[in-house]
């Protein structure tokens, strides 16, 4: 059931706003109203009421209409506290670098989709291990063996937020040794080692599985290009669970072409949607899901909690959760 989900959230420090809080009062849904997470404004102890100068708070479920949100921001320079639909938010970076304000406080879903997204990251990882996107393709019996297990392989997790920390939940049963590589070497529970981001290129040849699960930021685009990609172990595989962008495509696609690496399993891509007719869809060592590590029947329940947290501490009732910090863009 979708309501054992729960979010898992990283060690990464919450903002300080300097001691200031969002003023309380009435919170504004937009584009649309949704009684789901109208009704997880209640539970809080919040009143929904229309965009007017009263709001104080916007709830924005929109990330393809993100450009609507900075006229909503310019023209109300009252709300005080903004909640954005998703972990990721790039596609707001550059509005938030706009609208950066010592009064204005803004959260994400990060950490409250991590369990749905690990869990996809495994199947994945297990998929390509496999040999599925050959096997899934073939139209004759082959019976020429093929695939890898997971148990004891070496893990490399880009990223440290919470679908890493829940992923290496995940992993335990299998055994596997794993490294993670984070902005800093702060040490993450259960992983053998913790690396800063700039030893990549000594990690990524030691890494049976490459797990991508890091944000993206002005400073992560293109993260794995081709130089990243040559290191790789002949017998590797790659996952990008986190945003298509962090692995440059066109050297995806000639190290796949290559043999480079064993294969790749993605739920992200650059351009997204992928077109028609691109070479990744016809590449044998490559499997695509699209965008669909969690849906909307999975994230609904969990972005209403984080609403409902959030909403309370508008109230002074908690502290707020997923706090973004514009300057680094997550």
Not at 49 to 78: F, M
Not at 151 to 165: D, E, H, K, N
Request: charged letters at 15%; a negative charge.
């Amino acid at each position: 059931m979708t309501g054992q989900h729960r979010a898992v959230l990283s060690d990464e420090p919450e903002r300080d706003p300097g001691g200031w809080r969002p003023t309380a009062g009435p919170v504004a849904i937009l584009p649309e109203d949704n009684a789901l997470f109208a009704g997880a404004v209640a539970s809080a102890g919040g009143v929904v009421a229309p965009l007017s100068p009263d709001t104080r708070g916007l709830i924005w479920l929109s990330y393809a209409r993100a450009a609507e949100l900075e006229e909503v921001l310019a023209e109300n320079p009252q709300i005080g506290w903004v909640q954005l639909p998703w972990a990721g938010v790039d596609a707001f970076a550059d509005i938030l670098s706009r609208h950066q304000r010592h009064d204005l406080l803004v959260t994400s879903a990060k950490g409250a989709y991590a369990q749905p997204v690990a869990e996809h990251a495994l199947a994945l990882i297990l998929a390509s291990l496999r040999v599925l996107p050959v096997r899934a393709r073939a139209r004759s019996w082959n019976s020429v063996p093929a695939g890898a297990s997971l148990y004891g392989r070496s893990v490399l997790i880009i990223g440290a937020g919470g679908i890493a920390r829940e992923l290496i939940r995940l992993l335990e049963p299998f055994g596997t040794r794993i490294v993670v590589a984070r902005r800093s070497s702060e040490p993450v529970p259960g992983a053998a080692r913790t690396v800063p981001v700039g030893q990549l290129n000594t990690e990524l040849p030691l890494a049976d599985i490459v797990v991508v699960a890091a944000a993206l930021t002005g400073g992560t685009r293109h993260l794995l290009g081709g130089a990243e990609l040559a290191l790789m172990a002949s017998t590797a595989h790659l996952v990008n669970i986190a945003r298509g962008p962090l692995v440059d495509t066109d050297a995806l696609v000639a190290a796949l072409a290559a043999g480079t690496f064993a294969g790749a399993a993605i739920d992200v891509t650059d351009p997204e949607p992928l077109p028609d007719g691109h070479p990744l869809w016809s590449e044998p060592r490559c499997l695509i899901t699209p965008h669909m590590a969690d849906t909307p029947e999975m994230t609904a329940p969990l972005l209403a909690e984080r609403i409902r947290l959030n909403v309370a501490a508008l109230l002074g009732n908690g502290p707020f959760v997923g706090v973004v910090d514009p300057a680094a863009g997550y």
